[in-house]
């Protein structure tokens, strides 16, 4: 951005005699120079031209009657710092003229030698643009870092736009002067910064066809005189938005190839115009100022972020403590009372390495602080590090810490900001746990799927060899051990299914009480005579939604486990309760609504538990039980009835002092159903109907094909959705009953049973399966209250559950 040279040169002839001036005038004519020229001869006269005439370079006569070239010199100095000055003279000699080039003469002529003031004066003019363009380089770049640090050290746009507008208007006239960005996201565009003469609406809008859309829309510079106007306007690319100005200058804000708004300086003053030079310097700024802006952008959402983290782990307010270069407390704030324990009577005065610092780092911190104050280097200075704390209580914590050095007075003060972020700390701790439990509960439901398939097979063909088996047949007891042991398994995959949530519950609303009364009656037996059992049920007891069953194994699993923790005997207390809870956070990190809840608490006076036993208790596998005394699935499959239900849970619990579970489960309106008798032992009923069953596992299919044809039915069988389909198309008989598996390669059960409800109208649906996991999407496909029967299951239970659906109204 080199200066060019001025149309025309302005030369101020410092001079008493005309005839010699009018000589150098016409030597500088033959440089074809196109020049102006002013003489004088006083100093008065000269400081005057200096401010009107404004010339761009000075000759000066060695000698004058009142007045010599070296008071001309240091009056040019003065008053027009930067204007070449050549000194013509009749004679000079050597050390004269050495002088006058070391005081800051551009050159000196000997009258004699005249031929040489033309080339002398284009020598200062280069000399004098060159200087310009170094200068004009350089304080560019002053203004690029200058943004950079204003972009650093500003918390938003509201500090940082009006910062930026200072620095343009150093580097050239920025009266009228606005930034406008551009949201692509919303197509708005807006203007968060406006300092304007005569207009006042610069509210944000969609796009139009003003001056600004332009730049943004073109990503080009645009430089607008009032006939560039007329002529934008007259090819319908832009439309007058506004008061008229006589120059409007526009450059885009790019981030790479993307426009993000405009940079504008606008004047109403016919006596400030903008030219190239203008443009450049808009330019030069711009790249840097979109930067700076979309940096601002990226903290301001940095720090939403920070915020909505903070809300979460409830950060502490951080402590401010000042020191001085020996180390000593200055100042301690009421928060560093709170974080380290010490108040600041006793902290003040005393040295920081022995309050807040572990004896084994004291020495790096005195090593550390003498290099700063020999170097003036420290690798922690100015950032922010996670360092190790000391509490007045002697407990170590791990603290957040920004110390900034500042000079005052000759000596270096020292500004401290420390956080505790032991709860943040706890909290990443608890996350990672969370999601290893996530990933356990994936790995468990996922092997229980297969298990219960094969599972399924092998319980069903025990069942059939069993069916063909005399009373008295020595392979009878066999086959009977098999079907124990597959139950047993069965049972196995139920708890893996619970823990996982991935099985299917039947939800009703249920009295609390009552399940606790029901169970109450065989917990006696359970946990035996030497514990001493107690139930606080509360009066008038709130509703819930869960089911049954699962709700008795949750206390169940409970009161065994609090058995296993009391093996001299004690005391263990079932409890329930209505609260009302503020949202709060459970101990997986999940957020648990504000709302009413209906408590149910089991505490045991038990050994109680560590902090690292708590963290892992509900663990698939994990036990504390002596080998062979124990799955570890009996706290997993607690946790994953509670959630599948809805449901928290938090455990109370030190070493020594017994164990509280606490679980909390949303209340709902409603009157309760009763609870179901146990279902009594009948014949297992046959039937006629046409069945279609579809499952992907082909010894599942074959097993439930050969049971129900046994029964009487007549069976239809696909691998697949597409397959079920096709075979219900082409068939012409009616179908009665589609047993379709919930989850399959392609078609789902769900899916399936939608597509062919159209077909089949009278074809009723029963859906089997060992793994629901994406079933639950199910709970958008697969209605609630639809007939269901989970894997494993024995053949007289698919019977029974085929006559039951069958049989529907």
């Not at 919303?186 to 332009?214: A, I, Q």
């Amino acid at each position: 951005m080199e200066p060019a040279m001025p149309a025309t040169v302005r030369i101020l002839i410092v001079e008493d005699d005309p005839q010699d001036a009018a000589l150098a005038e016409r030597e500088v004519r033959r440089a074809d120079i196109f020049c102006t020229f002013r003489r004088v001869e006083t100093r008065d006269d000269m400081a005057e031209a200096l401010r009107e005439f404004v010339p761009d370079v000075i000759l000066t006569d060695h000698s004058l009657p009142a007045f010599d070239a070296r008071s001309a010199l240091q009056l040019a100095q003065q008053l027009s710092p930067g204007t070449p000055v050549i000194v013509v003279t009749g004679r000079l000699g050597d050390e004269p003229a050495v002088q006058y080039l070391q005081a800051g003469a551009a050159d000196y002529i000997v009258k004699d030698q005249l031929h040489r003031l033309g080339p002398a004066l284009l020598r200062a003019l280069d000399t004098k643009r060159s200087r310009q363009a170094q200068a004009r380089a350089h304080q560019l770049q002053g203004a690029i870092y200058r943004i950079a640090q204003v972009a650093m050290s500003t918390p938003g746009l509201e500090e940082l736009l009006p910062a930026i507008h200072q620095i343009v208007g150093e580097l050239m006239p920025a009266r009228n002067f606005y930034i406008a960005l551009y949201d692509a996201a919303n197509d708005l565009l807006s203007f968060p910064y406006v300092v304007d003469e005569h207009d006042t609406d610069f509210s944000s809008k969609k796009p139009g066809k003003g001056l600004t859309e332009y730049v943004v829309r073109t990503g080009q510079p645009l430089l607008v005189t009032p006939e560039v106007q007329v002529e934008l306007e007259r090819r319908g690319e832009v439309e007058l938005v506004g008061a008229p100005s006589i120059d409007w200058l526009g450059v885009p804000l790019k981030i790479g190839d993307r426009a993000i708004g405009a940079l504008v300086a606008q004047t109403y003053t016919p006596g400030v115009r903008y030219g190239e030079r203008e443009k450049e310097i808009l330019q030069f700024v711009s790249t840097q100022v979109a930067m700076a802006i979309e940096r601002s952008h990226a903290e301001a959402d940095l720090r939403a972020s920070e915020a909505r983290l903070k809300a979460i782990i409830d950060a502490a307010l951080d402590a401010v403590i000042t020191m001085d270069g020996d180390g000593v407390v200055l100042s301690w704030s009421p928060q560093a009372e709170r974080v380290f324990g010490w108040p600041a009577s006793e902290a003040v005065g005393g040295k920081l390495s022995t309050t807040i610092i572990p004896p084994r780092y004291r020495e790096a911190h005195e090593r550390g602080l003498a290099h700063f104050l020999g170097t003036g280097e420290g690798p922690v200075l100015n950032q922010r590090i996670e360092i190790t704390g000391l509490r007045r209580d002697g407990r170590e914590i791990p603290v957040e810490l920004t110390i900034t050095p500042v000079r005052l007075g000759g000596a270096w003060l020292f500004s401290a900001f420390l956080r505790d972020i032991s709860e943040r700390k706890l909290l990443e701790a608890q996350l990672r746990q969370a999601q290893k439990m996530e990933a356990v509960g994936r790995l468990a439901g996922g092997i229980a799927h297969d298990f219960n398939n094969l599972l399924t097979a092998i319980i069903g063909y025990t069942d059939l060899a069993l069916a063909d088996l005399r009373e008295g047949d020595p392979m009878r007891q066999d086959m009977e051990e098999i079907l124990r042991a597959a139950h047993r398994a069965a049972g196995l995959t139920r708890q893996l299914l619970a823990f996982s949530r991935q099985q299917v519950l039947a939800p009703r609303v249920l009295d609390l009480n009552e399940v606790v009364q029901t169970v109450d009656k065989m917990l006696g037996r359970l946990v035996g005579e030497d514990i001493e059992l107690q139930s606080v049920l509360a009066p008038g007891l709130g509703h819930i939604k869960a089911d049954p069953g699962q709700l008795e194994q949750v206390i169940v699993n409970l009161a065994v486990n609090a058995r296993d923790a009391m093996p001299t005997g004690g005391k263990l207390t079932i409890e329930t309760a209505d609260v009302e809870m503020a949202e709060t956070r459970g101990r997986d990190l999940t957020t648990v609504p504000a709302g009413r809840y209906v408590m149910l608490a089991i505490t045991d006076s038990g050994t109680g538990m560590d902090e690292d036993t708590k963290a892992r208790i509900f663990e698939p596998f994990f036990t504390t039980k002596e080998q062979g005394k124990g799955t570890g699935l009996g706290l997993a499959t607690v946790y994953g009835i509670v959630k599948q239900s809805g449901g928290f849970i938090w455990v109370y619990s030190e070493p020594g002092h017994g164990t509280t579970f606490k679980i909390y489960l949303p209340r709902v309106e409603g009157a309760a159903d009763a609870l179901a008798p146990p279902v009594g032992t009948a014949a297992v009923p046959r039937g006629t109907e046409t069945v279609l069953i579809v499952e992907d596992e082909e010894a599942v299919r074959a097993l439930a094909k050969t049971a129900l044809a046994r029964k009487g039915y007549r069976v239809l069988e696909a691998a697949n959705g597409g397959e079920a389909l096709l075979l219900c198309e082409s068939e012409r008989a009616p179908i009665h009953l589609l047993v379709t598996d919930v989850v399959m390669p392609g078609l789902g059960g769900a899916d399936l049973a939608q597509r062919l409800a159209p077909l089949r109208s009278e074809m009723k649906v029963l859906f089997i399966s060992g793994y629901t996991d994406r079933a639950a999407a199910r709970h958008g496909t697969m209605q609630p209250g639809a007939a269901y029967l989970e894997k494993p299951f024995s053949l007289d239970a698919l019977a029974r559950k085929v006559r039951e659906v069958l049989d529907r109204e």
